[in-house]
């Protein structure tokens, strides 16, 4: 049943676990720890930024029966069961909906996306149309990725390519993807430019997003020399499906004082003759799809704006969620998909305007538990045949200090 959220305001009234409540001595002598007890009837009597656990946020001033004096509580923490006559203003000018809030109005916004052909209807899962319409619904409008970025080999590099460096392929795969470099290029600038902010392989917990085939292995490796072992937030086609406790638990591993680098992004993969999302492995005869979980949510795509196919409703088991949930967070690239002029050539740059929605509401909402640093480096890995070096489109790489501010783009160096 998808239920709306009470807003808070001055007289409503509710409740929450005792031990969110602050001060916590005053409110421990009517609720002791160990019971773990429920504070009920507890009336808002205002707003005000307060610190809890190092960290400034919205809290609601409360009057908690039995307990003297004004307390607080974050926002999120507290459940408003009485709405009060007048939500505070801050509640009203809502950003982000509640996931499991149907927004109808941002559905009209998205919905001419997914649709291709005249009297083709369909109707977006309310999650999805909640995150897109939350961060990315102009984007999505407009059919222009968010994150494409013309990037540039510089001079010195064009004349010192890697050893080994396959010349006519190296130029095949640039013609394709401008703005690639292989991963050999982009681990040497990348590390340089860490290290001048101060990261080394000993203060610096790794953290990946990338899908689960073994050929994205081949960029996380090329990091996990320098670093040392990843964290693993991600899942199929490079969603961060570990969400956000996978994030809290990631930045609670990055060393005290230290720093993180998390990389993230979908794959595609290029034969050695140019065939896009396909690629030779070693030891297997077939020149198979590469993303194969990125190229079956697009043949369910296909299929839905193609008036074929419906909308799977049941798409989510648990034997499959994963693939589920990239067929649901595929659908709004329906119409950008169909007029492509390479729809396999497309599909990483729409995946990834997908999975840049859930990686910025990952790092929004864990942001305060950065500890000296973070570097978010997002973009297309290119797989290519076992005799050839792989290659990285870069799309993104900022730079967020301390406090959990965006202070820089270094993307312009990766050029
Ligand atoms: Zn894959």
Redesign the pocket.
């Known amino acids: 049943m998808v239920t709306t959220k009470k807003l808070g305001g001055i007289g409503a009234m509710g409740s929450a676990a005792a031990r969110f409540f602050h001060p916590g001595d005053r409110v421990r002598e009517k609720y002791p720890p160990e019971t773990r007890a429920r504070a009920i009837n507890v009336v808002i009597t205002g707003e005000a930024q307060r610190r809890v656990r190092h960290t400034t946020h919205l809290c609601y001033l409360v009057s908690i029966p039995d307990v003297e004096g004004e307390c607080y509580i974050v926002k999120k923490n507290f459940r408003v069961e009485v709405s009060p006559e007048t939500p505070f203003d801050s509640e009203t000018q809502v950003v982000r909906p509640d996931p499991e809030v149907v927004d109808r109005a941002a559905l009209e916004d998205v919905v001419p996306n997914v649709r291709c052909g005249p009297g083709i209807e369909m109707k977006l899962p309310a999650a999805i149309i909640a995150l897109f319409a939350a961060t990315a619904a102009e984007a999505f409008q407009a059919g222009i990725p968010t994150g494409r970025a013309n990037t540039r080999l510089s001079e010195s590099l064009v004349k010192n390519p890697p050893a080994g460096l396959d010349s006519a392929f190296d130029k095949l795969v640039k013609s394709n993807f401008p703005g690639a470099l292989t991963n050999k290029e982009l681990a040497m600038r990348v590390v340089g430019l860490l290290q001048e902010k101060g990261f080394t392989p000993e203060n610096t917990l790794l953290a990946t997003s990338v899908?689960?085939?073994e050929?994205?292995r081949e960029l996380e490796d090329e990091f996990v020399d320098i670093y040392g072992t990843n964290f693993n937030l991600g899942g199929?086609?490079?969603f961060p499906f570990a969400g956000n406790t996978g994030w809290g638990a990631m930045s609670a591993h990055v060393p005290d004082d230290g720093y993180c680098l998390t990389i993230h992004g979908?794959?595609v993969g290029i034969t050695k003759d140019g065939i896009i999302g396909k690629v030779e492995r070693s030891g297997i005869a077939l020149v198979d799809s590469?993303?194969?979980?990125?190229i079956a949510a697009s043949n369910y795509l296909q299929a839905i704006t193609d008036g074929t196919a419906d909308i799977n409703p049941k798409i989510q088991s648990f034997s499959d969620f994963q693939q589920g949930a990239v067929q649901e967070l595929i659908l709004p690239f329906g119409q950008r998909l169909a007029r492509a002029d390479d729809r396999m050539r497309e599909l990483p740059y729409a995946l990834y305007d997908s999975q840049e929605v859930m990686v910025n509401d990952i790092i929004n909402t864990g942001k305060s538990t950065i500890k000296k640093g973070l570097a978010v480096l997002g973009g297309i890995q290119i797989n290519t045949s076992p005799d050839t070096y792989d290659y990285f489109h870069p799309l993104r790489f900022d730079y967020f200090n301390e406090d959990g501010n965006l202070v820089e783009n270094l993307l312009p160096y990766l050029r």
Do not use: E, T, V
């Open positions: 899908c689960a085939d050929l994205a199929l086609s490079g979908p794959h590469c993303c194969g979980s990125a």
